[in-house]
């Protein structure tokens, strides 16, 4: 039994040993880099502007998202925040947050999605003898959809086979699907703010499984973190099929 969040996951399976001292041997990183500073900053404006939007019915305008990241950027930023590009100043970072709340505005202007119903929503479910949490940027419905949005800040945008393959939102998926049974489709979108792009994936049954076999061999990384004693147990968890894991097991 564990509590794991997609980013953990994510760790875990980008580099099993910074899971390792990260989560297990509780090693602390010193400071906290200027990219994750900015990523911040932008997603406390983002979703205090659409707090005020939601609860007083005040209409979102870069104006105001750029007034309320300069006001989380004053309060927040202290001497830990690394710089590690010495031809780059604190300035430049704070402009390149701004820019990435121009490309928010672009990016919004061309969806639809329905009523906005949730902002910073905390997920906990369970995947087998294990619990998931995480919290989504931004949620909406639309008659029997569910729109599932995060705000990315990274400098390389994610590419549509990244996306369909990315388990963070797809963890996502199925904490939402559980508490709404009744919803038909999720959709998963991310808007690449530094790129003003959005990036949408929309898995059916079997893609959301695949998504875990992600490169061949991930259902084994998978069985060992979720401590299932057989691959059997992780497959009735994660619906695949013999030929999935086929698939997979080719990798090793
Ligand atoms: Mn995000």
Redesign the pocket.
């Known amino acids: 039994m564990g509590y794991y969040t997609p980013s953990r996951l994510g760790d875990y399976l980008q580099c099993p040993l910074k899971y390792r001292f990260a989560y297990l041997d509780k090693i602390k990183k010193e400071g906290e880099g200027i990219e994750a500073f900015v990523g911040t900053c932008v997603?406390s404006a983002l979703e205090r502007m659409l707090v005020l939007k939601k609860e007083y019915g005040r209409e979102p305008s870069y104006e105001l998202a750029e007034e309320l990241y300069l006001k989380a950027w004053d309060e927040s930023y202290h001497p830990g925040v690394i710089i590690r590009r010495p031809d780059l100043t604190p300035e430049d970072y704070k402009r390149r947050g701004l820019m990435m709340l121009r490309n928010y505005f672009e990016i919004e202007a061309g969806q639809e999605f329905g009523r906005l119903t949730d902002l910073e929503k905390r997920l906990n479910f369970h995947l087998g003898e294990n619990s998931i949490g995480g919290k989504i940027?931004r949620v909406h419905r639309d008659g029997n959809a569910i729109h599932i949005i995060?705000?990315?800040t990274a400098k390389n945008p994610m590419s549509q086979s990244e996306a369909d393959s990315n388990m963070q939102l797809a963890l996502y998926e199925l904490g939402i699907r559980e508490e709404f049974p009744d919803i038909e489709a999720v959709e998963l979108h991310w808007y690449m703010l530094g790129h003003s792009e959005v990036v949408t994936s929309i898995r059916d049954e079997e893609a959301r499984m695949r998504l875990f076999l992600n490169r061949g061999g991930n259902i084994r990384t998978l069985q060992i973190i979720l401590g299932h004693s057989s691959l059997a147990t992780t497959e009735k968890y994660l619906l695949i099929t013999d030929r999935d894991v086929a698939v997979a097991m080719r990798g090793y």
Do not use: G, L, N
Request: no cysteine.
């Open positions: 997603h940027d995060d705000y990315k």
